[in-house]
């Protein structure tokens, strides 16, 4: 078994301006010349827990850890409806992560993410490859239109009940017609307990997605303190209602601005809410990916999907020479 790494605290943090009146928090932690590795949190909107620190060793990686716009404990919060979201989008994203690099003074830094975190990575590292070395992701998404449509359409073959509650919770939305597009109005709404009932109705979804899966917490959506929820919700909606802002299939057309990058990428088999298929057709698509599949996962993950992260980190920190 490989254990996590002892819990570590940063020695450095702070609050970049990125403009349009956000500021994005920002942390390091580990040795402070160590080898450069960024984590990207997935949701969009879930903020960056202090477990990522423990994926590497301390004594070999400067870990840089942020919260993207509008959530976590970056400023103005998706939780407040008063905040604007025109100026979040996949685009902000991808600029703030390089002002943050160029910030740090970093040259080339390791991406490490899942979930929605790999989206926004793949998207990074085929924007600016010169400055990434290498790559890491467990649970692979490309957030096209088809997976999304899938994780909040699809997949209620599975849950044909639970799904009509989902879809009758966005009713009272006028909304442009879609799904995601009536929840996104809903979790704007100037009303509280609007916004509180279409984030508890997303919550109780994306929580039923993940229900079959053996490990994990029942509820890692409900579950979530009211601020952090209501703010992953709303970004979530505003994110997929537009596509991500990305061409359909652009990051697996474009996989080939891979090349020369090394990656890892660690997906579980039972993945009901993002299938093994997106994975699978990135490790083709990406000439220097290879790709583990855990048996026993889904997108909670696993104790061997833990193992498997890790040891692809050690991996990297130990063939670049650091110590």
Known sequence: MTDRYPPIEPYDQGML?????????WEVCGNPRGKPAVVVHGGPGSGCGTWARRHFDPERYRIVLFDQRGCGRSTPHAADPATDLRHNT????LADMEQLREHLGIDRWLLFGGSWGSTLILAYAERHPQ???????????????????WLYRGVGRF???????FRDGARAA????????????LTGHPDPAVRERATADWCAWEDTVLSMEPNGAPDPYAGRPSAARLALVRICAHYFAHGAWLEEGALLRDAGRLAGIPGVLIHGRLDLSSPLETAWELSRAWPDARLIVIDDAGHKGSEAMREAEIEALDRFAAADGRS
């Open 90 to 93: 996949t685009a902000h994203l």
């Open 174 to 185: 006028e909304g442009d017609g879609s799904l995601i597009g009536a929840y996104a109005e």
């Open 131 to 149: 400055r990434v070395s290498e790559i890491v992701i467990p649970s692979v998404t490309t957030t096209r239109r088809r997976e999304i449509d």
């Open 17 to 25: 301006d990125v403009g349009d009146g956000n500021l994005v928090h």
């Open 159 to 165: 849950f044909p009940e639970q799904w009509a509650r």
